[in-house]
C-alpha cells in the first residue's frame, strides 16, 4: 500500500509538470463567445468506499491537477463533470478499489432543459408588466417555477417590496455592497410591528433606545451554478409574508414580529449572470486575481471567508476551488462580512444576528459548523445538532424528501474559510447551518425547473421549523 502511494504521488509529480506548462481551465470561455456547451461531457461518480484513506487525498490531488470539475465531494464518493478523454486520463491515476458510474450521462441535454430562453419573462421591461405577469398575492405565482436572470430577481424582490411595504409589515431593500464588476450586492428586509401582539420586552431591551432587532439572515448564490439557492430564498420570504398578511397573528406574524428576516438571494452576482449568459457550469466570482494561466480565474467564495483561512498546496487559480490569495481576498465576501458584522448603512437600532442559513445545492444536508475540521467542535453543537433534527424532519413531511443533519465536516469534505464557520466562529452568530439543497445527484446543479417549488418548499418549511425552535429557545417566555 505504501508503495502504491509511493507511485502514485510519482505520477502525480509528472503530471503536475505537464500541466504546469500550459495549464489551462476547463473549456473555459470569454467574454466574446457564445455560452459554453458541454456536449460529450458526462458526470461520474466516483466510489471511494473502499479505497484506503491514504490515497484519498491522492485521488483529490489527480482531480485538481487535471482541472476536473467537481460537482460535490463526500468523504466516501466524488462527483466529477468531465469528457470521455478526461476520464481516462484520470483513470490511470485511480487505486483498483474505485468503483465509477456513469451518473449523469448528458450534461448539456440537462443544461437545455433548465437553462431558460433569454428575455421570457415579463419582468424585462416595464415593472407594471411584471406584477401583472407574475401576480404577489398567491404562492401559485409562475415566477416560482422558473429560473431567472440577476435583474429579474431583484425586479420581482423589489415589486414584492412595493406589494407588502405597509399595514404593519414593514419590507425594505439595502445594499450590501458592490461586487468585483461593479454590481450591486442587493438584499432584502422584512418584520412586522411587535406592538401588535403585546411582545413582552426583553430585559436587555431599552424602550428610550427602542427594541432590540434579531436578524435571520438567509443567504444564497456564493457559487454561480447553483441556481435554486436564490429562488429558494424568494420563495422563503414570499411565503412568510403572505402567511403574516393572511393571519395577523398566526405563526407566521408572531415570527415576523419577533426576527427581521433578511434574504441576500445573490452575493455572487457577477457569477450569477455570468453562468446565464456565458458559462452555465461557472461556480466562482469574477474577480481578476493575476493569473497568466486563465483570463479570469475568479474566486470559490465559500472558501475565501476569514476563519482558519489557510492557502491551499496545490489549487491553481485556474481552479473552480481556488480560495485566493489570502482571506476576503473576494470583495463580494469582504462586503458580506461587513454587513454581518454592523449591518446596513445608516442603521442606528441595536441589533444582533441570531441565524445565519448559507444555501446552496446539492446533497440534501443541513450542517451546522464547523467546516474546516472535526477537530474543532462548537460549544452549541448539542442545540445545534438539535435543532437540525428538526428541520429536516419537517422538510421530510412537505414531499418526502430525506435529508441529512449534522456536523458539516462529517458530511462533506470542504476548504477552509466556509462562510458558517466565520459566522459562527467570529460574529458569535449562534445558529449558523449550511443547507445544500435538491437533489442527490440525479441532476445536480441542473435541477429542472418543475423541482424548484417543491425544493423551495420543504426549505421554507425547514426554515420556519428553524425559527420557531430559534424564538421558543431564546425569546419565548
Not at 483529490?60 to 463533470?81: G, P
Not at 433578511?262 to 455572487?268: C, G, Q, S
Request: with cysteine.
Amino acid at each position: 500500500m505504501v508503495l502504491r502511494a509511493a507511485l502514485l504521488s510519482l505520477s502525480l509529480l509528472s503530471l503536475a509538470s505537464a500541466l504546469a506548462v500550459n495549464q489551462q481551465p476547463l473549456a473555459a470561455p470569454t467574454s466574446h463567445v457564445s455560452p459554453e456547451r458541454y456536449d460529450g461531457q458526462q458526470v461520474y461518480r466516483l466510489n471511494l468506499t473502499s479505497v484506503d484513506a491514504s490515497l484519498r487525498e491522492e485521488v483529490r490531488r489527480a482531480i485538481d491537477l487535471l482541472d476536473l470539475d467537481v460537482w460535490r465531494s463526500t468523504h466516501s464518493s466524488i462527483d466529477v463533470r468531465a469528457s470521455p478523454s478526461s476520464i481516462a486520463s484520470l483513470e490511470r491515476f485511480l487505486p483498483g478499489s474505485t468503483d465509477m458510474q456513469v451518473w449523469i450521462s448528458d450534461v448539456q441535454s440537462l443544461v437545455d432543459a433548465a437553462t431558460p430562453s433569454l428575455h421570457q419573462s415579463p419582468l424585462v421591461g416595464d415593472v407594471d408588466v411584471g406584477i401583472q405577469g407574475f401576480p404577489m398575492d398567491s404562492l401559485d405565482t409562475p415566477f416560482h417555477d422558473a429560473y431567472h436572470s440577476l435583474e429579474e430577481l431583484y425586479a420581482f424582490a423589489d415589486q414584492m417590496a412595493v406589494r407588502f411595504d405597509g399595514d404593519g409589515i414593514k419590507v425594505e431593500s439595502f445594499s450590501v455592497g458592490q461586487s468585483f464588476e461593479g454590481r450591486e450586492i442587493r438584499g432584502w428586509k422584512a418584520s412586522m410591528d411587535s406592538q401588535v401582539l403585546g411582545r413582552r420586552q426583553d430585559e436587555d431591551e431599552d424602550p428610550e433606545e427602542g427594541q432590540l432587532v434579531r436578524e435571520f439572515v438567509i443567504q444564497s448564490g456564493q457559487h454561480a451554478r447553483e441556481w435554486v439557492g436564490p429562488a429558494t430564498a424568494l420563495y422563503f420570504i414570499h411565503s412568510l409574508l403572505l402567511s403574516a398578511e393572511q393571519d395577523p397573528t398566526g405563526p407566521g406574524a408572531v415570527l415576523l414580529k419577533s426576527f427581521t428576516f433578511t434574504i441576500v438571494p445573490t452575493i455572487n452576482p457577477d457569477g450569477y449572470a455570468y453562468s446565464h449568459d456565458k458559462s452555465r457550469m461557472w461556480r466562482k466570482n469574477r474577480q481578476e486575481v493575476g493569473s497568466r494561466s486563465c483570463a479570469v480565474a475568479g474566486i470559490d467564495l465559500n472558501s475565501n471567508w476569514g476563519y482558519k483561512w489557510r492557502a491551499p498546496r496545490s489549487t491553481t487559480p485556474c481552479s473552480d476551488s481556488y480560495p485566493g490569495d489570502h482571506a476576503f481576498e473576494a470583495v463580494e465576501t469582504r462586503a458580506m462580512a461587513d454587513y454581518l458584522a454592523n449591518g446596513s448603512t445608516g442603521s442606528t437600532t441595536e441589533r444582533k444576528v441570531r441565524a445565519f442559513i448559507d444555501l446552496h445545492s446539492y446533497g440534501q444536508l443541513f450542517m451546522f459548523p464547523y467546516a474546516h475540521s472535526c477537530a474543532d467542535i462548537p460549544p452549541d453543537a448539542e442545540m445545534l445538532m438539535e435543532a437540525g433534527l428538526g428541520v429536516i424532519k419537517s422538510i421530510r413531511t412537505v414531499h418526502g424528501e430525506t435529508y441529512q443533519s449534522g456536523q458539516a465536516c462529517d458530511l462533506t469534505f470542504r476548504a477552509p474559510g466556509d462562510a458558517i464557520d466565520y459566522t459562527y466562529g467570529v460574529t458569535d452568530i449562534r445558529w449558523s447551518y449550511s443547507a445544500e439543497l435538491r437533489d442527490t445527484g440525479t441532476y445536480g446543479f441542473l435541477l429542472p425547473p418543475s423541482l424548484i417549488r417543491p425544493a423551495a418548499e420543504e426549505t421554507t418549511a425547514g426554515l420556519m421549523y428553524l425559527a420557531r425552535f430559534i424564538y421558543n429557545a431564546e425569546i419565548a417566555e
